[in-house]
């Protein structure tokens, strides 16, 4: 079981920049694919941006050029850096590891409890 632990959300006017950081309760593995996703209200869960153990990225359109994840394996610990923001960023962020099984195809899926993100204009 893995527990992750976000924080770094909060109040920003738009342009500004924050910078989230989740935390794991046990080890990253190379093998585990990390991500952060946001909802807003009314709206579905959607992925922002993920990171793999090669250090391979993908990013939603919206945040292409503004916001950067990474991870440091030796502190369990991914971050989304996010600069220029807008107030369509407002949303609750959550962090995701996805950590494959030895069954081809499966996967576990940990969530975070979210952080508020709201930006202003």
């Known amino acids: 079981q893995v527990q992750l632990v976000e924080s770094g959300g909060g109040l920003v006017q738009a342009g500004g920049s924050l910078r989230l950081s989740c935390a794991a309760s046990?080890?990253?593995?190379?093998?585990?694919?990390t991500g952060w996703y946001r909802q807003a209200p009314g709206k579905q869960r959607e992925l922002v941006a993920v990171?793999?153990?090669?250090?391979?990225?993908n990013y939603a359109d919206s945040v292409k050029g503004r916001f950067t994840i990474s991870r440091d394996n030796a502190k369990n610990t991914v971050y989304l850096q996010m600069n220029s923001l807008k107030p369509e960023d407002t949303a609750v962020y959550y962090c995701?590891?996805?950590?494959?099984?030895?069954?081809?195809?499966?996967?576990?899926?940990?969530w975070g409890q979210g952080t508020q993100v709201t930006v202003f204009l």
């Open positions: 995701n590891l996805n950590r494959p099984t030895t069954w081809a195809g499966i996967s576990y899926d940990y």
């Open positions: 046990t080890s990253i593995f190379s093998y585990d694919a």
């Open positions: 990171i793999r153990g090669g250090g391979s990225t």
